[in-house]
């Protein structure tokens, strides 16, 4: 079992920036893919960005160059570093983790941008 706990939301006004966290239960060396997610009022669950063990990142076109994702073994954790918010970055945003072929969620933390 894989424990997720994500924190840093919150309401932030438009250009501004959060960064989100997302503790890990157990040691996350091993763990390949870690990504986020986020889910909109009414919309479905999209993936936001992905970091592998090896420190490869990908990210949505919708984020890609105010988004930065990194991860810290030490302290088990992955971080979204958000610059730039816009109010379609409203949304919950979720921690996923992929470990032994099963698929983990956070319980998400709340981000609102305010125009």
């Known amino acids: 079992q894989v424990q997720l706990v994500e924190s840093g939301g919150g309401l932030v006004q438009t250009g501004g920036s959060l960064s989100l966290s997302c503790a890990a239960s157990?040691?996350?060396?091993?763990?390949?893919?870690m990504a986020w997610y986020r889910q909109a009022p009414g919309k479905q669950r999209d993936w936001v960005a992905t970091?592998?063990?090896?420190?490869?990142?990908n990210y949505a076109s919708s984020v890609k160059g105010r988004f930065t994702i990194s991860r810290d073994n030490a302290k088990n954790t992955v971080y979204l570093q958000m610059n730039g918010l816009k109010s379609e970055d409203t949304a919950v945003y979720y921690c996923?983790?992929?470990?032994?072929?099963?698929?983990?969620w956070g319980q998400g933390t709340q981000v609102t941008v305010s125009s």
């Open positions: 996923n983790v992929l470990r032994n072929f099963r698929i983990y």
């Open positions: 970091i592998t063990s090896g420190g490869d990142t």
């Open positions: 157990v040691n996350i060396d091993s763990i390949n893919r």
